[in-house]
């Protein structure tokens, strides 16, 4: 099925560990991005990327990095975790501004 | 700065009865929102989007409407039932902002039998 497809669905990490959050979409779209949910704060941009080539900081960038390997793959890497970064992470996509978002079906990350 | 705003934060009606989800935006300036719905430990699904030349978009029992002037958007759900128990988010996306998504806390809604 076409749509945005999240790798791992949960992780568990131990504080200064590393690790990469993988996204993929399929629908040709030229935008990605990268959301972290918290409970009563709900989604915040962490990363996005307009258009392959280019990245950008969101509003919570601090502690996270990101990789648009091409047009379909945009990666969220924590290279030091901290308890934190406990949330779920939440990939989206679209394709200009017209149109609407689709999300993926996220990563529910813990660090102990 | 551009903030969107849901209330109430939850919310429990009887079966069958029809409702209202409101969301505030402060700024005029929208391209575009964006109604999802999210089940507990799931990803966002979309329901509607609403152009900001737009006043209203209908899929079913759900409509949402768009009042610019007034920085507001409303769902209105028909005749309720006890699937549409779920968190319901909207999201802004202002012009100038690369497309970004700003959103609500979200209204938790619980259809009651």
């Known amino acids: 099925n076409a749509g945005v497809t999240q790798t791992p669905k949960f992780q568990v990490l131990k504080t200064g560990q590393s690790m990469t959050l993988q996204c993929a979409q399929d629908?040709?779209?030229?935008?990605m991005y990268w959301y972290r949910q918290d409970p009563g704060m709900g989604l915040r941009l962490i990363y996005y990327s307009a258009s392959e080539g280019t990245t950008d900081k969101g509003e919570v960038p601090n502690g996270y990095n990101v990789s648009r390997l091409n047009k379909r793959e945009f990666s969220l890497r924590l290279e030091s975790a901290a308890p934190s970064q406990t949330s779920v992470y939440f990939c989206a996509s679209t394709i200009q501004d017209r149109h609407g978002y689709t999300f993926g079906s996220g990563t529910r990350l813990t660090v102990v | 700065k551009q903030e969107v705003t849901q209330i109430p934060a939850a919310l429990s009606v009887p079966e069958g009865e029809n409702l209202v989800l409101n969301c505030s935006f402060t700024?005029?300036?929208?391209?575009?929102l964006q109604w999802f719905r999210q089940d507990p430990g799931k990803g966002l699904t979309s329901l509607l989007l609403i152009q900001s030349s737009q006043r209203e978009q209908t899929s079913g029992r759900l409509n949402a409407s768009l009042d610019k002037s007034s920085g507001r958007s409303t769902l209105y759900i028909a005749a309720s039932q006890p699937g549409d128990s779920a968190t319901y988010l909207c999201a802004a996306r202002y012009t100038g902002t690369a497309s970004k998504l700003t959103f609500g806390t979200g209204t938790r809604l619980q259809v009651t039998l």
């Open positions: 700024d005029s300036a929208i391209y575009n």
């Open positions: 629908m040709n779209h030229n935008s």
